[in-house]
């Protein structure tokens, strides 16, 4: 019996090391391939959707525009890859996609089930509800009964029924689709009261439809969603690549360091900035021999710090409109939680 408990044991430990190894080698991969595969939302404006020339943006996206700077040299050579909720982490698993960045909520159930890894968070969130003005509900406590419009395979569904169960509101009605496009053409038809999900998707989903201003968000926000790029397990040196070019562009904004004017920091005396260009410290190697020294400064010159990339796709002044000041995705030097761990 001790010997089969023995045998077991190493045969057990055979297998995960096997699977611990198995997707080793996504940054030599990438490399040889010369592009970047990239899973994403791809109909989420503010987060990942094409533009009118068909070129896709916003903050999702610029972290796959990030890493393949960082890696190839050439913030275009990324392949994106639209996948709903339920498709996500199958693509990832499997190798279809390289990263999932794509709006993906860090849980507990997700970082020990799934086989995968969270890296950080490139926005902070929390689910909401958006209604019709016309409704005259001012509180989410207001909803009991109420037909819902959600996107299957997300974490809202759970973060609503415990809302609705904790304050003793009669159930809801789901009205489940599978892509945010047809979970917002769903309620602006009509199939539902309410609408909801993160808040930054419902900001996102209310500056598409018709009338803007006929929609509400309301004001409570009952759920914790910190989302960020997700990579497999037993990839090392890739989750540190990932992690780290989200960390470089936090790091970037906090020493004022832009795309606009990082060139002229080059010989920057400025020892953390000095690291950030690659001047000296030899940061990128240490992830990776694979890596150029210049691998966080082609991040920033081609893509953009945090915040350049924050106002310039969900920030005050797009149709999106989040006021940064005084949110939590504000950097942690002005109250916010965007914190990252120094170049050094």
Same mark, same amino acid.
């Given at each position: 019996?001790?010997?089969?408990?023995?045998?077991?044991?190493?045969?057990?430990?055979?297998?995960?090391?096997?699977?611990?190894?198995?997707?080793?080698?996504?940054?030599?991969?990438?490399?040889?391939?010369?592009?970047?595969?990239?899973?994403?939302?791809?109909?989420?404006?503010?987060?990942?959707? &094409?533009?009118?020339?068909?070129?896709?943006?916003?903050?999702?996206?610029?972290?796959?525009?990030?890493?393949?700077?960082?890696?190839?040299?050439?913030?275009?050579?990324?392949?994106?890859?639209?996948?709903?909720?339920?498709?996500?982490?199958?693509?990832?698993?499997?190798?279809?996609?390289?990263?999932?960045?794509?709006?993906?909520?860090?849980?507990?159930?997700?970082?020990?089930?799934?086989?995968?890894?969270?890296?950080?968070?490139?926005?902070?969130?929390?689910?909401?509800?958006?209604?019709?003005?016309?409704?005259?509900?001012?509180?989410?406590?207001?909803?009991?009964?109420?037909?819902?419009?959600?996107?299957?395979?997300?974490?809202?569904?759970?973060?609503?029924?415990?809302?609705?169960?904790?304050?003793?509101?009669?159930?809801?009605?789901?009205?489940?689709?599978?892509?945010?496009?047809?979970?917002?053409?769903?309620?602006?038809?009509?199939?539902?009261?309410?609408?909801?999900?993160?808040?930054?998707?419902?900001?996102?989903?209310?500056?598409?439809?018709?009338?803007?201003?006929?929609?509400?968000?309301?004001?409570?926000?009952?759920?914790?969603? &910190?989302?960020?790029?997700?990579?497999?397990?037993?990839?090392?040196?890739?989750?540190?690549?990932?992690?780290?070019?989200?960390?470089?562009?936090?790091?970037?904004?906090?020493?004022?360091?832009?795309?606009?004017?990082?060139?002229?920091?080059?010989?920057?005396?400025?020892?953390?900035?000095?690291?950030?260009?690659?001047?000296?410290?030899?940061?990128?190697?240490?992830?990776?021999?694979?890596?150029?020294?210049?691998?966080?400064?082609?991040?920033?010159?081609?893509?953009?710090?945090?915040?350049?990339?924050?106002?310039?796709?969900?920030?005050?002044?797009? &149709?999106?409109?989040?006021?940064?000041?005084?949110?939590?995705?504000?950097?942690?030097?002005?109250?916010?939680?965007?914190?990252?761990? &120094?170049?050094?």
């Amino acid at each position: 019996m001790k010997h089969s408990s023995t045998w077991q044991s190493l045969a057990l430990a055979g297998v995960l090391s096997f699977s611990g190894s198995a997707w080793a080698g996504t940054l030599e991969d990438v490399q040889a391939r010369g592009e970047l595969v990239c899973g994403i939302d791809g109909g989420l404006p503010g987060f990942s959707a &094409p533009d009118n020339s068909g070129k896709m943006q916003g903050v999702d996206a610029d972290v796959c525009y990030g890493i393949a700077a960082a890696v190839l040299g050439d913030r275009n050579r990324v392949k994106f890859i639209p996948l709903t909720a339920k498709e996500r982490f199958t693509a990832l698993s499997s190798g279809e996609v390289d990263v999932l960045s794509r709006n993906t909520t860090h849980t507990l159930t997700r970082d020990s089930s799934l086989g995968l890894n969270f890296t950080y968070y490139n926005f902070i969130d929390g689910a909401g509800f958006m209604i019709r003005k016309a409704m005259g509900v001012n509180s989410a406590k207001g909803l009991g009964g109420a037909r819902l419009c959600i996107q299957a395979g997300t974490t809202t569904e759970q973060a609503v029924g415990d809302f609705f169960r904790a304050n003793s509101l009669q159930p809801f009605t789901p009205k489940p689709f599978d892509t945010s496009v047809q979970t917002r053409e769903g309620y602006e038809a009509g199939s539902c009261d309410i609408l909801s999900s993160d808040k930054s998707q419902l900001a996102a989903i209310r500056s598409e439809l018709a009338d803007p201003g006929a929609h509400v968000i309301l004001p409570e926000t009952i759920s914790k969603e &910190p989302l960020g790029p997700v990579v497999r397990q037993g990839d090392d040196v890739w989750f540190n690549t990932v992690k780290w070019v989200l960390f470089s562009m936090m790091n970037a904004e906090e020493l004022g360091v832009t795309s606009s004017n990082i060139a002229s920091h080059r010989n920057s005396t400025n020892p953390a900035i000095a690291r950030l260009v690659g001047k000296e410290g030899g940061l990128c190697k240490l992830i990776s021999t694979a890596l150029d020294d210049t691998c966080f400064y082609d991040v920033i010159s081609q893509v953009g710090n945090y915040g350049e990339s924050y106002e310039a796709n969900v920030g005050e002044n797009t &149709p999106i409109g989040l006021r940064r000041e005084g949110s939590v995705n504000d950097l942690w030097s002005r109250g916010g939680l965007i914190y990252a761990p &120094p170049l050094r």
